[in-house]
T-cell receptor, first 110, second 111 residues
């Protein structure tokens, strides 16, 4: 099965600072990759998904961007964080429809 | 935005009771998945459904892929304390197999 590595686990960043969250996948090739954000006690909001290298679909207008420089690497970025960017960010990978998740990054913007 | 409507949003039950939750959509889905999330962790896959009408069990859990491909349910029998958590339905649709989630059902169990 797939293994999703996501780091860091927790992050506290000041408003206006840049962000880079990285996700790498083991155990599969050419997966679909996803970034989700989860507010406390809420559902998972799809932010970006990618079906291949350099191919990014954005689901909601926001302060974030995503890139896929390699087949099994997915990066979530921001040039200037806002307070509203705080949340729990999850990377996921699907291959043949079953999705596997990383352990998540809890981002607090202060 | 969300394309799956999951209900109920929360459940408070006694240990030993059975649990039922469901997801519906106005769109047809190719796959239905059910996940459980513990606090501070990523969701873990419980059951995957691939064909309309499919009924699949995983221990005390049973899930079905609706015949119209627009809904699915998850049942948990004889609940135990470790069943506490948030349960999510998810589905894939379209050629790109985009994965979307329901809003979640928070399950609380009174011993």
């Amino acid at each position: 099965s797939q293994t999703i590595h996501q780091w860091p686990a927790t992050l506290v960043q000041p408003v206006g600072s840049p962000l880079s969250l990285e996700c790498t996948v083991e155990g599969t090739s050419n997966p679909n990759l996803y970034w989700y954000r989860q507010a406390a006690g809420r559902g998972l909001q799809l932010l970006f998904y990618s079906v291949g290298i350099g191919q990014i679909s954005s689901e909601v207008p926001q302060n974030l961007s995503a890139s896929r420089p390699q087949d099994r690497q997915f990066i979530l970025s921001s040039k200037k964080l806002l307070l509203s960017d705080s949340g729990f960010y999850l990377c996921a990978s699907t291959r043949n429809t079953e999705a596997f998740f990383g352990q998540g990054t809890r981002l607090t913007v202060v | 935005g969300q394309q799956l409507n999951q209900s109920p949003q929360s459940m408070f039950i006694q240990e030993g009771e059975d649990v039922s939750m469901n997801c519906t959509s106005s769109s047809i889905f190719n796959t239905w998945l059910w996940y459980k999330q513990d606090p501070g962790e990523g969701p873990v896959l419980l059951i995957a459904l691939y064909k309309a009408g499919e009924l699949t069990s995983n221990g005390r859990l049973t899930a079905q892929f609706g015949i119209t491909r627009k809904d699915s349910f998850l049942n948990i029998s004889a609940s135990i304390p470790s069943d506490v958590g948030i349960y999510f339905c998810a589905g894939t649709r379209g050629g790109a197999q985009k994965l979307v989630f329901g809003q979640g059902t928070r399950l609380t169990i009174n011993p």
